[in-house]
């Protein structure tokens, strides 16, 4: 029971933690804050809008300028003299619905429509609630995009094109006779402003005011954007100023309704506001697109002319003069479709002339000192204005180059002017992500926002700049940024860990169900929780993989879910087949957007970058390895799990590895003083287990700046050549790692020469040790113009001298120095060198001999001389070693003859060898300079090519082969019946010496059987000698002196294979080699 109840209790304490983690982690779950919630509706909002046609804008805007010129032109209003009976008045009178309502429904209907107002409003509030509502949570419901599309359309006709009549109706309360007792209304006579029920009204309508003023700034802050290739119509990137226009209309209008019983105050109020939103508009220009800032400063200029008019009416003396008014009444028909063309052309002029400063920019020195004095910005609105030069759009809708290039330029000397300020930072930062297609860019102007305090209207722009960027790299088939990579591994985590907390649910089950005292009760919430789990875990697979259905790993760990959770074999088998699709590379390295093609100043090795093959590691700005490619592990011998997480200095040897921090440290405090970034260099590396190699490194800026930097390395091993050895020494001169090259050259092992000051191989340390010191004090200048380099001999532990060209190279950084030492041979001599002991073991072997054999170093390092050695020499060579013959064939590796080493497939390699012997305290050692032959060199050394004539004269012998025991020359000009037992045979058989018949003879067999060789025997010529005396005493003579020269032993003939071929007219090459050859 004891044991039951601590199992119980380790199970509990197991399901708390999985629940905590759970929790913390669960996707179903995730939650925005506040200000999110509310960001994420006003996007929401934007996106409702969908595609604008330019005659809907255009006519909108165009109703939003007769909608505020009939506010101010009507006859509510005193003075004005207007025919209510003209057709066209009773269809406009009702754009500025306020004039009609209380002329023909009076006071009461007033209020009633009023109130309804207010309930709009309300309904405006309560589906902007439900909006914020269902958006609190990441994964909104599909039915808040019906809401946002109605809470849109309903603020886009209240708070945008009837803000001036539906603010004015509210306010219209407020018009009474202040100045006098009773306070009456100016409209409504009957009326008195002081009953409570008409004071209840004016709250009212000053409530619904404000809240409408409100709702419109933050409608006008929700559709504004900073995409400078936005191609809406209406769109914005000066969210502040519009919502600065709402607020200045309400107060233009409160103040116009609240002084209205005194017409001179009144119009002038109305005359200031107008005139400031005419220049607002013409200023600061809101609008992306120029014509539509021309067409609200030409509605401005419409109701400042007729606002002008009416004070002109108010300040006359002859303002009861029914004429008059119905005068200026006309002149506002007349006049006003001139003044708004007027206030559209000054608009546009102005405009013109402002954009012309542009062109300083095109061309312009690209220097920062250059920058802030090309031209001296008034504002950052102007900076703002300026750049829109790059919306010169191609056939193709893309910004064309040089326009892109000038809008750039504005913005950069923009930042320096005004040390970057926060809209600035926007702006570049969509400019670098729609224009430049470059997200870290992008993200790095977005940390430098975070760190400035934005204000509201700034967050929400940099939010939404945020949002453009995940849909950016969602929208890419299978390109990732690397926050997008870093967010892909959190989310495949998360889903993993609840996939792994229903597999423990199901053991749990189970395991209760093998229980015989298990209780229903028990049995039915184990069942209930494991249901609940599968849902979970369900439901979150699904909602991973909408935001990253290209994850071919994720696809096939769903699949396992519902194979062996869900049971759902028909499911499992469709997500494996999509799985199978799309491959194992989803969500991974090779996703990730790394194109470095597009960015300026990159160096080759960045844009040759390979991530399937090349080491790659993304850290962040404390050293912490955030990714590693698939090649890390090939070239550090860790695992891609040992090395996330861990900081990229135990890749490092020392000094390397203690300093790096501090390398990253002065980056974050002095971003401008960047050592190392977009540069090649050549560094060391430390492997797992702990041996230092050689590596090229680039290393460059992924995103961010200072503390939010993130940093991509790129290493790639150094390939080793012949004629360039190379060392990396510590300015000591101590020997850090070296190369099998710089081993073959020296003939030490590479392990043995590590920690070894390099002098100790040199010829003459004194004068290396000078070369030592003037690399300490010189420039990296002096290491790229050559100047740091020496002729010397490098000392060979067993070939002695090799006379050598020294030249220095600087490695490493500016602050921790190493330097790479280049050697190469005077003389191109062949150096495979091997080197065992009296058991055969190898204990020396150059990395071209090991190659040419087909071995790696470290294998070739473990053989013994007969594992490369072809049978049957392999066998019997050994006693050779111990015990050497005192003399040996010509054909033996002693006499430098070719012989065959065998590779590790089992070929034949041909070399020849330079044999030498070499005592060392732990014994003698041979040594072997080999150089490579040919299987042409082994025949050439075992057979003669006889050049003979018809008549049987050998005309020519090739010289230097002695393989028959004697000169080969020695047979020129003699008789070949004399040396070969094939012709002797046939002169004594035909009795005579021309061997042309069979000359011809043999040649004729040869071209019927290319290749056939006859056995014959040969003897040397001094036995011929012998016999040819014989054969002048007569006939039988030559046959007795054979007999005595065999009886006497002096004849010993060889048995040799001859080949024929014709070589020209009357001559014939016979090639004789021994038949065993």
């Given at each position: 029971?004891?044991?039951?109840?601590?199992?119980?209790?380790?199970?509990?304490?197991?399901?708390?933690?999985?629940?905590?983690?759970?929790?913390?982690?669960?996707?179903?779950?995730?939650?925005?804050?506040?200000?999110?919630?509310?960001?994420?509706?006003?996007?929401?909002?934007?996106?409702?809008?969908?595609?604008?046609?330019?005659?809907?804008?255009?006519?909108?805007?165009?109703?939003?300028?007769?909608?505020?010129?009939?506010?101010?032109?009507?006859?509510?209003?005193?003075?004005?003299?207007?025919?209510?009976?003209?057709?066209?008045?009773?269809?406009?009178?009702?754009?500025?619905?306020?004039?009609?309502?209380?002329?023909?429904?009076?006071?009461?209907?007033?209020?009633?429509?009023?109130?309804?107002?207010?309930?709009?409003?309300?309904?405006?509030?309560?589906?902007?609630?439900?909006?914020?509502?269902?958006?609190?949570?990441?994964?909104?419901?599909?039915?808040?995009?019906?809401?946002?599309?109605?809470?849109?359309?309903?603020?886009?006709?209240?708070?945008?094109?009837?803000?001036?009549?539906?603010?004015?109706?509210?306010?219209?309360?407020?018009?009474?006779?202040?100045?006098?007792?009773?306070?009456?209304?100016?409209?409504?006579?009957?009326?008195?402003?002081?009953?409570?029920?008409?004071?209840?009204?004016?709250?009212?309508?000053?409530?619904?005011?404000?809240?409408?003023?409100?709702?419109?700034?933050?409608?006008?802050?929700?559709?504004?954007?900073?995409?400078?290739?936005?191609?809406?119509?209406?769109?914005?990137?000066?969210?502040?100023?519009?919502?600065?226009?709402?607020?200045?209309?309400?107060?233009?209008?409160?103040?116009?309704?609240?002084?209205?019983?005194?017409?001179?105050?009144?119009?002038?109020?109305?005359v200031v506001g107008s005139g400031f939103v005419w220049v607002t508009y013409a200023v600061f220009v809101p609008y992306y697109t120029p014509h539509i800032n021309y067409m609200m400063c030409g509605n401005w200029a419409a109701i400042i002319y007729v606002q002008l008019?009416?004070?002109?009416?108010?300040?006359?003396?002859?303002?009861?003069?029914?004429?008059?008014?119905?005068?200026?009444?006309?002149?506002?028909?007349?006049?006003?479709?001139?003044?708004?063309?007027?206030?559209?052309?000054?608009?546009?002029?102005?405009?013109?002339?402002?954009?012309?400063?542009?062109?300083?920019?095109?061309?312009?020195?690209?220097?920062?000192?250059?920058?802030?004095?090309?031209?001296?910005?008034?504002?950052?609105?102007?900076?703002?204005?300026?750049?829109?030069?790059?919306?010169?759009?191609?056939?193709?809708?893309?910004?064309?180059?040089?326009?892109?290039?000038?809008?750039?330029?504005?913005?950069?000397?923009?930042?320096?002017?005004?040390?970057?300020?926060?809209?600035?930072?926007?702006?570049?930062?969509?400019?670098?992500?729609?224009?430049?297609?470059?997200?870290?860019?992008?993200?790095?102007?977005?940390?430098?926002?975070?760190?400035?305090?934005?204000?509201?209207?700034?967050?929400?722009?940099?939010?939404?700049?945020?949002?453009?960027?995940?849909?950016?790299?969602?929208?890419?088939?299978?390109?990732?940024?690397?926050?997008?990579?870093?967010?892909?591994?959190?989310?495949?985590?998360?889903?993993?860990?609840?996939?792994?907390?229903?597999?423990?649910?199901?053991?749990?089950?189970?395991?209760?169900?093998?229980?015989?005292?298990?209780?229903?009760?028990?049995?039915?919430?184990?069942?209930?929780?494991?249901?609940?789990?599968?849902?979970?875990?369900?439901?979150?697979?699904?909602?991973?993989?909408?935001?990253?259905?290209?994850?071919?790993?994720?696809?096939?760990?769903?699949?396992?879910?519902?194979?062996?959770?869900?049971?759902?074999?028909?499911?499992?088998?469709?997500?494996?087949?999509?799985?199978?699709?799309?491959?194992?590379?989803?969500?991974?390295?090779?996703?990730?957007?790394?194109?470095?093609?597009?960015?300026?100043?990159?160096?080759?090795?960045?844009?040759?970058?390979?991530?399937?093959?090349?080491?790659?590691?993304?850290?962040?700005?404390?050293?912490?390895?955030?990714?590693?490619?698939?090649?890390?592990?090939?070239?550090?011998?860790?695992?891609?799990?040992?090395?996330?997480?861990?900081?990229?200095?135990?890749?490092?040897?020392?000094?390397?590895?203690?300093?790096?921090?501090?390398?990253?440290?002065?980056?974050?405090?002095?971003?401008?003083?960047?050592?190392?970034?977009?540069?090649?260099?050549?560094?060391?590396?430390?492997?797992?287990?702990?041996?230092?190699?050689?590596?090229?490194?680039?290393?460059?800026?992924?995103?961010?700046?200072?503390?939010?930097?993130?940093?991509?390395g790129l290493l790639r091993p150094l390939t080793f050549s012949r004629s360039d050895v190379r060392a990396w020494l510590q300015p000591n001169g101590h020997i850090m790692c070296c190369g099998p090259m710089f081993s073959a050259l020296t003939g030490i092992e590479s392990?043995?020469?590590?920690?070894?000051?390099?002098?100790?191989?040199?010829?003459?340390?004194?004068?290396?040790?000078?070369?030592?010191?003037?690399?300490?004090?010189?420039?990296?200048?002096?290491?790229?113009?050559?100047?740091?380099?020496?002729?010397?001999?490098?000392?060979?532990?067993?070939?002695?001298?090799?006379?050598?060209?020294?030249?220095?190279?600087?490695?490493?950084?500016?602050?921790?120095?190493?330097?790479?030492?280049?050697?190469?041979?005077?003389?191109?001599?062949?150096?495979?060198?091997?080197?065992?002991?009296?058991?055969?073991?190898?204990?020396?072997?150059?990395?071209?001999?090991?190659?040419?054999?087909?071995?790696?170093?470290?294998?070739?390092?473990?053989?013994?001389?007969?594992?490369?050695?072809?049978?049957?020499?392999?066998?019997?060579?050994?006693?050779?070693?111990?015990?050497?013959?005192?003399?040996?064939?010509?054909?033996?590796?002693?006499?430098?003859?070719?012989?065959?080493?065998?590779?590790?497939?089992?070929?034949?390699?041909?070399?020849?060898?330079?044999?030498?012997?070499?005592?060392?305290?732990?014994?003698?050692?041979?040594?072997?300079?080999?150089?490579?032959?040919?299987?042409?060199?082994?025949?050439?050394?075992?057979?003669?090519?006889?050049?003979?004539?018809?008549?049987?004269?050998?005309?020519?012998?090739?010289?230097?082969?002695?393989?028959?025991?004697?000169?080969?020359?020695?047979?020129?000009?003699?008789?070949?019946?004399?040396?070969?037992?094939?012709?002797?045979?046939?002169?004594?058989?035909?009795?005579?010496?021309?061997?042309?018949?069979?000359?011809?003879?043999?040649?004729?067999?040869?071209?019927?059987?290319?290749?056939?060789?006859?056995?014959?025997?040969?003897?040397?010529?001094?036995?011929?000698?012998?016999?040819?005396?014989?054969?002048?005493?007569?006939?039988?003579?030559?046959?007795?002196?054979?007999?005595?020269?065999?009886?006497?032993?002096?004849?010993?003939?060889?048995?040799?294979?001859?080949?024929?071929?014709?070589?020209?007219?009357?001559?014939?090459?016979?090639?004789?080699?021994?038949?065993?050859?």
């Amino acid at each position: 029971m004891a044991s039951a109840a601590a199992a119980a209790g380790g199970a509990d304490d197991k399901k708390a933690k999985e629940k905590s983690s759970n929790k913390k982690d669960d996707l179903l779950t995730e939650t925005r804050g506040g200000e999110e919630t509310l960001f994420a509706c006003m996007v929401a909002l934007d996106k409702a809008k969908g595609h604008m046609s330019w005659q809907y804008a255009y006519g909108k805007v165009l109703l939003e300028g007769l909608v505020g010129v009939m506010v101010f032109f009507n006859t509510c209003r005193q003075f004005w003299q207007i025919d209510a009976q003209l057709f066209v008045w009773r269809i406009l009178r009702w754009f500025a619905f306020r004039e009609p309502v209380a002329a023909v429904w009076g006071y009461d209907t007033f209020n009633v429509i009023l109130y309804v107002i207010m309930g709009i409003l309300g309904l405006l509030l309560v589906g902007a609630g439900v909006l914020g509502w269902a958006m609190h949570r990441q994964d909104a419901p599909k039915w808040a995009s019906h809401v946002a599309r109605f809470v849109q359309l309903l603020a886009d006709v209240a708070c945008v094109v009837f803000f001036l009549a539906v603010l004015d109706y509210l306010l219209f309360p407020l018009s009474c006779d202040w100045q006098h007792t009773p306070q009456m209304h100016l409209y409504f006579t009957d009326v008195d402003c002081a009953e409570p029920s008409h004071v209840g009204t004016m709250v009212a309508g000053s409530i619904g005011a404000v809240l409408l003023t409100v709702a419109s700034c933050m409608y006008q802050v929700s559709i504004a954007t900073c995409n400078p290739i936005e191609r809406s119509i209406l769109a914005s990137p000066s969210p502040r100023v519009r919502a600065r226009l709402a607020a200045a209309t309400f107060i233009m209008i409160f103040f116009w309704n609240i002084v209205s019983f005194s017409p001179k105050p009144a119009s002038l109020i109305v005359v200031v506001g107008s005139g400031f939103v005419w220049v607002t508009y013409a200023v600061f220009v809101p609008y992306y697109t120029p014509h539509i800032n021309y067409m609200m400063c030409g509605n401005w200029a419409a109701i400042i002319y007729v606002q002008l008019l009416y004070t002109v009416l108010a300040f006359s003396p002859q303002r009861t003069d029914l004429a008059f008014c119905r005068a200026l009444t006309l002149n506002v028909l007349y006049g006003v479709w001139p003044m708004y063309i007027g206030g559209f052309a000054a608009a546009w002029a102005y405009y013109a002339l402002r954009m012309r400063n542009v062109m300083k920019y095109k061309g312009a020195d690209t220097r920062k000192s250059q920058l802030r004095v090309v031209h001296r910005f008034g504002s950052p609105a102007e900076v703002e204005l300026l750049s829109r030069a790059m919306r010169s759009f191609d056939l193709d809708g893309a910004i064309e180059p040089a326009a892109a290039d000038a809008g750039e330029l504005v913005l950069r000397a923009g930042l320096l002017t005004f040390n970057n300020n926060v809209h600035l930072l926007v702006l570049l930062a969509n400019f670098n992500l729609e224009v430049r297609r470059d997200a870290p860019a992008s993200r790095s102007q977005l940390l430098l926002v975070s760190k400035s305090t934005p204000k509201f209207v700034e967050r929400y722009l940099v939010y939404r700049t945020m949002q453009s960027q995940k849909s950016a790299a969602e929208g890419a088939e299978n390109s990732l940024d690397l926050h997008s990579y870093v967010e892909a591994k959190r989310l495949f985590r998360s889903v993993l860990r609840l996939h792994r907390g229903t597999l423990m649910r199901t053991r749990e089950f189970w395991a209760l169900m093998l229980k015989q005292d298990a209780r229903a009760g028990r049995i039915e919430d184990a069942l209930m929780e494991l249901d609940t789990a599968v849902e979970r875990t369900y439901r979150a697979y699904r909602k991973v993989l909408d935001r990253t259905p290209k994850n071919g790993v994720l696809l096939k760990c769903f699949g396992t879910f519902l194979e062996d959770v869900k049971n759902d074999m028909r499911s499992a088998s469709k997500v494996y087949a999509e799985a199978a699709r799309l491959g194992l590379a989803g969500g991974s390295i090779l996703s990730m957007d790394l194109d470095f093609a597009s960015q300026p100043g990159k160096p080759e090795m960045l844009l040759s970058m390979d991530v399937n093959d090349d080491c790659i590691v993304i850290i962040n700005s404390e050293g912490l390895i955030m990714v590693a490619s698939s090649g890390a592990p090939k070239l550090f011998g860790y695992q891609k799990a040992e090395l996330e997480g861990q900081n990229v200095s135990m890749l490092m040897p020392q000094p390397f590895s203690g300093r790096h921090n501090s390398y990253l440290q002065h980056y974050k405090d002095h971003p401008d003083q960047a050592r190392i970034l977009d540069t090649v260099k050549e560094v060391v590396g430390l492997h797992k287990d702990r041996t230092v190699f050689p590596v090229t490194i680039c290393v460059t800026k992924l995103s961010g700046v200072g503390a939010d930097a993130v940093f991509l390395g790129l290493l790639r091993p150094l390939t080793f050549s012949r004629s360039d050895v190379r060392a990396w020494l510590q300015p000591n001169g101590h020997i850090m790692c070296c190369g099998p090259m710089f081993s073959a050259l020296t003939g030490i092992e590479s392990s043995k020469l590590l920690g070894k000051n390099v002098k100790t191989v040199m010829a003459d340390p004194h004068a290396f040790e000078a070369l030592l010191a003037r690399c300490a004090t010189s420039t990296p200048e002096d290491f790229e113009a050559g100047r740091l380099q020496m002729e010397t001999d490098v000392m060979n532990k067993y070939t002695g001298r090799v006379a050598c060209h020294v030249r220095m190279a600087l490695g490493g950084s500016l602050t921790t120095r190493l330097f790479v030492l280049h050697i190469s041979r005077v003389t191109d001599t062949d150096q495979n060198l091997l080197v065992v002991d009296e058991a055969g073991s190898v204990t020396f072997g150059t990395v071209e001999l090991a190659l040419m054999l087909g071995y790696t170093l470290k294998d070739f390092a473990r053989l013994n001389l007969q594992d490369l050695l072809p049978m049957p020499m392999s066998v019997s060579h050994a006693g050779f070693l111990r015990d050497a013959p005192p003399s040996y064939p010509v054909t033996s590796c002693r006499a430098g003859s070719v012989v065959f080493l065998q590779a590790a497939n089992g070929a034949r390699v041909p070399v020849r060898l330079s044999l030498s012997q070499r005592e060392e305290p732990a014994g003698l050692k041979h040594v072997a300079r080999i150089t490579a032959a040919t299987d042409e060199d082994y025949l050439n050394e075992r057979r003669t090519v006889l050049t003979v004539l018809y008549d049987g004269t050998i005309l020519d012998v090739d010289a230097g082969s002695e393989i028959f025991g004697f000169p080969s020359s020695s047979m020129r000009g003699r008789h070949v019946a004399e040396l070969l037992g094939l012709f002797s045979d046939w002169r004594g058989r035909s009795g005579g010496a021309n061997m042309r018949l069979l000359m011809l003879a043999l040649l004729d067999k040869e071209s019927e059987a290319p290749g056939a060789a006859w056995r014959t025997t040969l003897i040397s010529p001094g036995t011929a000698q012998q016999l040819a005396l014989g054969h002048d005493g007569g006939p039988d003579a030559g046959n007795d002196t054979r007999r005595s020269v065999v009886q006497q032993g002096r004849l010993q003939p060889k048995l040799v294979a001859m080949q024929v071929s014709a070589v020209g007219h009357g001559m014939v090459a016979a090639t004789v080699q021994p038949a065993d050859a």
